[in-house]
């Protein structure tokens, strides 16, 4: 249970991050246009909060990622980074009152099923006490159980 509380945690930091990023991104957005090629507009843009909150973000994003990756298989961790496509459309609803349609929804419901989909699949791919294949030396043995049970 200790990996999969690991692997919760920091993919809730992840979709956090990746969230936080790209509302902040939006909040910039409404001040940056119409670009320019000059330096007001870059004043402009930097004079805003929201860049460096995204800047911020990615810095975070980024290490998060990375110790995820270290010991997860990357396939199934990569695509629950699509949950922030599932987390941008809530927030931006509730933020920016843009619609949620049917569509999106269904959009939304997919994304996580086949996120839902990989995750068992993953699990049925590796016996209770084996590494994912990812987190294996090159010869197969375990490169690094820290977080196994």
């Known amino acids: 249970m200790k990996t999969w ?71 199934p961790a990569f695509a629950a980074t699509h949950l922030d496509v599932v987390t941008v459309m809530l927030a931006s609803a509730w933020l920016f009152h843009e619609a949620l349609t049917p569509m999106r929804l269904l959009g939304a419901s997919v994304i996580m099923l086949g996120i839902l989909c990989l995750a068992l699949a993953e699990k049925d791919a590796h016996p209770a006490n084996d590494a994912p294949t990812e987190a294996k030396g090159a010869l197969g043995g375990a490169a690094d159980k820290s977080c196994a049970d």
């Open 5 to 75: 509380r690991f692997y919760l945690a920091g993919f809730v930091l992840l979709l956090a991050f990746d969230t936080v990023v790209q509302l902040s991104f939006k909040l910039t957005g409404e001040h940056a246009f119409p670009p320019e090629a000059n330096g007001a507009w870059v004043i402009r843009v930097f004079s805003h909060p929201w860049i460096y909150i995204a800047l911020i973000g990615y810095v975070g994003n980024f290490f998060t990622w990375m110790s995820l990756l270290k010991h997860a298989p990357i396939g």
